[in-house]
């Protein structure tokens, strides 16, 4: 079992920055790949980053693209999001997820585990 543990999120202007971050324990931290993904109120949960489980690969959506980086820190069992010229469509509960088997990283059935979410509101 994963235990995968997000914080970072809040209340940001438009133009500003966060950076997420997400705890993992249970398991080898670095046998995973970890994606970020985010939900907007009354939609299906959408792909955002991820990244490979040596750090050497990173994938992202169009919609984020020179905008987010995800990074991760295997000493420390953790992954980021850092997320710069946020718009109100970034707000959303945005997920951590340890993905451990083959698959797609682009989408939620490619991954084993999921944190509870943390909410990002970027205000106008």
């Known amino acids: 079992q994963v235990q995968l543990v997000e914080s970072g999120g809040g209340l940001v202007q438009v133009g500003g920055s966060l950076r997420l971050s997400c705890a993992a324990s249970g398991r080898t931290f670095s046998g995973s790949a970890m994606g970020w993904f985010r939900q907007h109120p009354g939609k299906e949960r959408e792909f955002v980053a991820a990244?490979?489980?040596?750090?050497?690969?990173?994938y992202y959506a169009n919609s984020v693209k020179g905008r987010f980086a995800i990074s991760r820190d295997n000493a420390q069992s953790t992954v980021y999001l850092q997320m710069n010229s946020l718009e109100p469509e970034d707000t959303a509960v945005y997920y951590c997820a340890a993905k451990y088997e083959g698959g797609t990283y682009y989408n939620t059935g490619g991954y084993d585990y999921w944190g509870q979410g943390t909410q990002v509101t970027v205000s106008s």
């Open positions: 990244i490979s489980r040596a750090g050497g690969r990173t």
